[in-house]
């Protein structure tokens, strides 16, 4: 029996014993198969623009002044013959003109020697690119990088221009340019004061995680010169615009001509015979014959930038309307009661009276306009339209601002960027 009991006892050693063995040899075969799934899934590719980056040698520059893309990709050891047929490979794909300076560029080289190049990518801006593939000739695919929008509530007071406010603040200085563009009916962006304040609602626009431009701003404030000037973007007619609190159009119209009862004696031309310097030479305005003494009237709201008196244009005086718009007014024989440099007016208010001060052979006014500091035809302006919120949709605006209205006047003006009131505000 105890003979029994010990074949037993060394038949159940033996099989421990084997069990042990077998364990021994084949567990580092399990481990080394683990370790090689575990860096397989942990060593992903890593991409961008589509294309794995680890797997070539990658060379990133920008476009130097007066470089084509033949020239860059003669510098990168491109194929002759597809240099030599860009125009055809690019025709309706891509703008070779398109190519410009300070641009970025990424090259995508194989790491074997000799390198050949396989990919080049180029940034036509923060968010469009272009990838040229040269695995086989050439395939060009337009293409653009993923945009996050994040919506922002912000604030300043001005202490200098607007734009040196948002600078201060943190805050993108394209807002600067949208916020000016928004209220240039209503702001004098060239006479800020210090102390003037502004609240803004808007989305900002990431690439990579970097700002680089302002998306939609859906409602915005301004204090100017005592006075509160509210925005909210609101579509009327399929067309998105910029409304106040009460539904007025924050565009104004300018009159169609700055004189009642008026004939135009000369309009504006490249070349025009002067009669009285007797030679031919731009005149870069509008003739308006009238009476001596008729009342001239400024043609749309705007400030007295300059007055006075030379020997060309006689008694003059310009106004600054908006940050794009600006009038004159020539050979008045006097100016209207009040107009001095600095001075607001009013549309249609009597800024001065037809004469013929100046180089001129009877009365008349010349009146001119420029845009962006650029002469245009007075009789060509498309005045923006001043039509205010439809009646029918009237209750539909003013419940939408509502909730806009009370974000803006909620946000107090304090001298640090409000990450506070950074959030995702119901669209």
């Known amino acids: 029996m105890k003979r029994k009991y010990y074949y037993i006892t060394l038949i159940l050693f033996l099989l421990i014993a084997i069990i042990v063995i077998i364990w021994n040899l084949f567990t580092p075969e399990i481990s080394k198969e683990r370790r090689h799934l575990i860096e397989k899934i942990t060593s992903k590719p890593i991409y961008e623009y589509g294309i794995p980056i680890d797997s070539f040698t990658v060379?990133?520059?920008?476009?130097?002044?007066?470089?084509?893309?033949?020239?860059?990709?003669?510098?990168?050891?491109?194929?002759?013959?597809?240099?030599?047929?860009?125009?055809?490979?690019?025709?309706?794909?891509?703008?070779?003109?398109?190519?410009?300076?300070?641009?970025?560029?990424?090259?995508?080289?194989?790491?074997?020697?000799?390198?050949?190049?396989?990919?080049?990518?180029?940034?036509?801006?923060?968010?469009?690119?272009?990838?040229?593939?040269?695995?086989?000739?050439?395939?060009?695919?337009?293409?653009?990088?993923?945009?996050?929008?994040?919506?922002?509530?912000?604030?300043?007071?001005?202490?200098?221009?607007?734009?040196?406010?948002?600078?201060?603040?943190?805050?993108?200085?394209?807002?600067?340019?949208?916020?000016?563009?928004?209220?240039?009916?209503?702001?004098?962006?060239?006479?800020?004061?210090?102390?003037?304040?502004?609240?803004?609602?808007?989305?900002?626009?990431?690439?990579?995680?970097?700002?680089?431009?302002?998306?939609?701003?859906?409602?915005?404030?301004?204090?100017?010169?005592?006075?509160?000037?509210?925005?909210?973007?609101?579509?009327?007619?399929?067309?998105?615009?910029?409304?106040?609190?009460?539904?007025?159009?924050?565009?104004?119209?300018?009159?169609?001509?700055?004189?009642?009862?008026?004939?135009?004696?000369?309009?504006?031309?490249?070349?025009?015979?002067?009669?009285?310097?007797?030679?031919?030479?731009?005149?870069?305005?509008?003739?308006?014959?009238?009476?001596?003494?008729t009342p001239i009237m400024a043609i749309g709201d705007g400030y007295i930038i300059d007055k006075g008196y030379n020997g060309a244009a006689g008694n003059y005086l310009k106004i600054r309307h908006n940050s794009v718009y600006t009038t004159g007014y020539n050979h008045l024989s006097r100016f209207g009661i009040g107009i001095a440099n600095g001075v607001k007016v009013k549309q249609g208010q009597i800024i001065g009276y037809v004469g013929q001060t100046g180089y001129a052979t009877g009365p008349h006014l010349d009146m001119r306009f420029w845009m962006n500091g650029q002469p245009i035809d007075p009789l060509k302006v498309k005045a923006p339209p001043v039509e205010p919120i439809k009646s029918e949709k009237m209750e539909a605006y003013l419940s939408y601002i509502k909730g806009l209205q009370t974000k803006l006047d909620s946000l107090p003006l304090v001298p640090v960027f409000p990450e506070a009131a950074i959030g995702s505000f119901a669209k």
Not at 79 to 85: L, Y
Not at 104 to 119: C, E, G, H, V
Not at 189 to 202: A, E, I, N, P, R
Not at 263 to 276: A, E
């Open 59 to 293: 060379i990133q520059g920008h476009i130097r002044t007066n470089q084509t893309l033949g020239n860059l990709l003669v510098d990168l050891n491109a194929k002759a013959e597809i240099i030599g047929k860009l125009p055809y490979y690019t025709n309706g794909k891509f703008d070779l003109k398109q190519v410009v300076a300070g641009n970025t560029y990424k090259a995508f080289l194989t790491q074997n020697s000799p390198s050949k190049l396989m990919y080049l990518v180029y940034e036509k801006s923060p968010i469009d690119f272009v990838i040229f593939n040269f695995k086989d000739s050439l395939i060009i695919q337009n293409d653009h990088k993923q945009v996050t929008s994040v919506r922002r509530l912000s604030e300043g007071t001005i202490s200098g221009s607007l734009w040196e406010t948002i600078y201060q603040r943190n805050l993108n200085p394209i807002l600067a340019l949208n916020m000016s563009d928004i209220f240039a009916w209503t702001v004098d962006f060239f006479g800020l004061q210090k102390g003037d304040k502004f609240k803004v609602l808007y989305d900002e626009l990431y690439v990579d995680n970097k700002p680089i431009d302002i998306g939609t701003i859906y409602a915005a404030w301004f204090e100017h010169r005592g006075e509160r000037f509210y925005a909210y973007r609101f579509s009327q007619d399929s067309a998105a615009s910029y409304w106040d609190e009460k539904g007025n159009s924050l565009r104004k119209s300018f009159l169609k001509a700055p004189l009642h009862f008026s004939r135009i004696t000369s309009r504006f031309s490249g070349s025009r015979f002067h009669p009285i310097l007797k030679i031919y030479r731009p005149h870069t305005g509008v003739d308006y014959a009238a009476p001596e003494g």
